[in-house]
């Protein structure tokens, strides 16, 4: 099988080509760099992977025959794209439009990386897929929400319309080594904070809540989704909920870090809950996450131990 990645260079996007790999695929990697990183697939050395710089917010032309497309190509922190908010629009929109097109034109099967953050700032706790969401669309986080639910119905449009063989999963928060650390998502934020002795922000009051999934449950997540033959959403996540203020107390303690807890205003519209359902991914995929918090993040912390040594 030979697949294409989109976003390839990036933490999640990486973690998808090593999988990709490891299960005899050829892949190409498509990534802008603009959040991406040629390190994070530096250790590839096989002829099976090739790497293309594009913002496929413009046409990508390939020659090669394409069986599956992963398009992943997205700012995806708030750091990212709300000091990048046309791109992210534009990535969203036209960059999921050329990749569809791409897909039509190969026969390809397409699989979109959209996010929980199509739920906005929920009402239902857990989020199941049926939930149609709270989201402010003129709102500073809305160039990212709204560009993935435009990314969403613009796949099912070309499913529908033009019978294209679509995926969409839904990603929730997820976490491990190649995450950048000035990336501005909580786990980097925490330990990078922790293990240089500075004090850990959290915003609000801390009760808002997460649920954390480590990288290698995500991408077998996306895998067995795209395999699959389901064409509607599919959340792929962690359903273990803790709320930042208990995070935060838990990086402290496996980093053995003197920081203290510091408590800043809640930026604007950010979500009170963050929680999957993830029934379907259980039924459809048997899929369901593997990886302990504490394994995750001992993993986690190794890596950026390495930048801060």
């Not at 090669?64 to 992210?88: N, R």
Request: proline share 5%; charged share 25%; with cysteine.
């Amino acid at each position: 099988m030979k697949a294409l990645v989109t976003g390839g260079a990036g933490f999640l996007g990486s973690h998808l080509c090593d999988l990709l790999l490891a299960r005899g695929c050829e892949v190409l990697c498509v990534d802008n760099l603009i959040t991406g990183n040629t390190r994070n697939i530096a250790h590839i050395e096989t002829e099976r992977f090739r790497f293309v710089r594009h913002d496929v917010s413009k046409p990508l032309y390939i020659e090669e025959k394409m069986d599956l497309l992963f398009h992943l190509a997205s700012p995806a922190s708030p750091v990212d794209y709300l000091e990048l908010p046309i791109q992210t629009l534009k990535v969203g929109g036209l960059g999921t439009h050329n990749m569809l097109g791409l897909a039509k034109e190969k026969g390809a099967r397409f699989l979109l990386a959209s996010t929980s953050e199509v739920y906005g700032d929920p009402l239902v706790n857990p989020q199941t897929e049926e939930y149609w969401g709270n989201v402010n669309p003129v709102g500073p986080r809305g160039v990212y929400d709204e560009a993935k639910r435009f990314a969403e119905a613009i796949t099912m449009a070309y499913h529908r319309y033009h019978k294209i063989d679509t995926r969409i999963v839904r990603i929730f928060n997820t976490y491990g080594p190649r995450m950048r650390l000035n990336d501005g998502r909580v786990v980097p934020n925490f330990i990078g904070q922790a293990l240089s002795g500075e004090d850990i922000t959290v915003y609000g009051n801390g009760s808002q809540t997460r649920s954390f999934c480590y990288v290698s449950d995500e991408v077998e997540g996306i895998y067995r989704l795209m395999k699959s033959d389901h064409s509607l959403p599919v959340n792929i996540g962690n359903p273990e909920e803790h709320t930042i203020l208990e995070f935060a107390k838990i990086i402290v303690k496996m980093t053995g870090s003197s920081s203290k807890i510091v408590f800043r205003d809640l930026p604007v519209d950010d979500p009170k809950q963050r929680k999957p359902d993830i029934t379907k991914a259980r039924n459809i995929l048997k899929w369901e996450p593997k990886v302990s918090l504490e394994n995750g993040l001992e993993e986690t912390i190794k890596y950026f131990k390495k930048f801060l040594d």
